[in-house]
């Protein structure tokens, strides 16, 4: 049995081992859906200027897992600061149900929303605190 994660805020869960699965997801009004296959055992909530205003919970996964399925044409692409990161939302709604940009190894990542994520209590997920403010 492993120790219990503990975040930044001393908020205390238990470790759990995700089933690695196809999750739908989207954004509010529809026009934007996805698929990505990954492992829910993790998400990140990152305090940088952007996150910190969108309260996005992120899980990453690689480019080979992530299907964008319809609304390519109905996105609008955001960069900032070095322009590493392409953080788009629907030009209807305005949720940002993913980003996409390059891993540390310079592989194509895609950071996807877990409150876009189809069925998902996202309120149960063990949550990851990163310090984005201080990069």
Do not use: W
């Not at 592989?107 to 309120?123: E, F, P, T």
Request: charged share 20%.
């Amino acid at each position: 049995m492993s120790e219990p994660k503990t975040d930044a805020n001393n908020d205390t869960k238990a470790e759990t081992k995700a089933e690695t699965k196809t999750y739908a997801g989207g954004c509010h009004c529809g026009k934007v859906r996805f698929e990505a296959t990954l492992a829910l055992d993790k998400v990140m909530a990152c305090n940088c200027s952007i996150c910190s205003k969108t309260g996005g919970l992120l899980a990453f996964v690689p480019a080979s897992q992530f299907k964008l399925l319809s609304g390519e044409d109905a996105t609008t692409d955001y960069q900032f600061a070095k322009k590493h990161i392409h953080h788009t939302f629907c030009a209807t709604c305005g949720i940002r149900s993913f980003a996409h940009g390059a891993a540390p190894d310079g592989s194509s990542m895609y950071a996807i929303n877990a409150r876009c994520l189809d069925g998902v209590d996202y309120d149960a997920l063990p949550v990851t605190r990163y310090d984005g403010r201080s990069l």
